[in-house]
């Protein structure tokens, strides 16, 4: 049973246009909690390593049906560092809402409830953290679950052209190609993608496209 007096830190709760996945576009709550054990060089939301909300499960469900959205997105950060993200995704989902979840592939997923779709990144070489990789997430993803791979150079997009090869990625769910803003042009990705024929979608994101780097959009 969920307890709805169990505590989370929370950097912030907002409405948006859900800006990557197979997800972009639609409007989506966005729950950001705080706290990371990674420190990628390409991180576009430090702001959340610290600080923050104490919140109880509760009062965060509350603050996510004001909004009156039906998606609603867990992210971080990495939300799974915090042990009641567990229980706020479960409570999300019986609640009824389509619920994803962002994480950074460095933690175990097997416990997150199977109604969630988990969006898993796989950290490449340049983003300074890919020994982290939890390669045994791997065969806990489903097809209704989503691979991320951001690229900051063509050294990143040789690994992941391999990763996606040799361990048959796009068999097992979706595989999301991103570029790095400022690092690597998505032209330039879209040429190679094409070029390989790799079973990948190329993604930008697109509330980058929209607002910039407007935070809490």
């Not at 948006?16 to 989506?28: C, D, M, N, Y």
């Not at 570029?179 to 930008?204: I, S």
Request: hydrophobic share 40%; glycine share 8%; charged share 25%.
């Amino acid at each position: 049973m969920t307890d709805l007096s169990a505590t989370l830190r929370i950097t912030e709760i907002f409405h948006s246009l859900q800006g990557e996945s197979t997800r972009a576009g639609l409007p989506t709550v966005f729950v950001r909690l705080t706290g990371c054990p990674l420190r990628c060089a390409w991180c576009d939301t430090e702001y959340a390593f610290s600080g923050g909300e104490t919140m109880t499960l509760g009062d965060v469900m509350i603050e996510v049906a004001k909004h009156g959205a039906r998606h609603v997105c867990v992210t971080g950060g990495e939300p799974l560092a915090q042990k009641a993200c567990l229980q706020l995704l479960a409570a999300l989902c019986d609640a009824g809402y389509s619920v994803s979840l962002e994480t950074s592939g460095a933690l175990d997923i097997a416990q997150v409830d199977p109604r969630v779709s988990r969006i898993m990144d796989l950290k490449a070489p340049a983003s300074g953290e890919a020994d982290r990789n939890h390669w045994e997430n791997l065969a806990r993803l489903n097809e209704h679950d989503e691979l991320k791979i951001v690229l900051a150079d063509e050294h990143d997009y040789e690994w992941a052209r391999k990763t996606v090869r040799e361990r048959s990625l796009d068999t097992i769910c979706p595989v999301l190609l991103s570029p790095v803003a400022g690092k690597l042009d998505a032209g330039q990705l879209a040429e190679w993608v094409l070029r390989d024929r790799l079973p990948v979608r190329l993604q930008l994101q697109l509330h980058k496209l929209i607002w910039g780097a407007e935070r809490g959009r």
